[in-house]
Nanobody, 123 residues
Framework: QVQLVESGGGLVQAGGSLRLSCAAS????????MGWFRQAPGKDREFVAH????????YYTDSVKGRFTISRDNAKNTVYLQMNSLKPEDTAVYYC????????????????WGQGTQVTVSS
């Protein structure tokens, strides 16, 4: 069992930055690939970014490429999402998730989820 706790959300003006953190419990964090999803009001939860268990491979949805960066610190059992040049359309609840399976990008590829952190970008 893995427990994930997100933090770092908040209200920011368009063009601003936020860094989300996700702290994971357990001694096996380093064996999990990690992902970030988001869900805006009235919309489906969507993939944002994914990082391999050792951090060597990262993947992003097209709308955040060049603006968001996912990273991890296995010594701290933490994964991060640095979000720059934020836009109002980035407003959503952001969820951290983990998987030991090989896929990524789909909700069904992941096994454990955090409770989410709200990000609101004002225009």
């Amino acid at each position: 069992q893995v427990q994930l706790v997100e933090s770092g959300g908040g209200l920011v003006q368009a063009g601003g930055s936020l860094r989300l953190s996700c702290a994971a419990s357990g001694r096996t964090f380093g064996s999990y690939a990690m992902g970030w999803f988001r869900q805006a009001p009235g919309k489906d939860r969507e993939f944002v970014a994914h990082i391999s268990w050792y951090g060597g491979n990262t993947y992003y949805t097209d709308s955040v490429k060049g603006r968001f960066t996912i990273s991890r610190d296995n010594a701290k059992n933490t994964v991060y999402l640095q979000m720059n040049s934020l836009k109002p359309e980035d407003t959503a609840v952001y969820y951290c998730t983990s998987t030991r399976r090989g896929g990524f990008g789909s909700i069904d590829d992941y096994d454990y989820w955090g409770q989410g952190t709200q990000v609101t970008v004002s225009s």
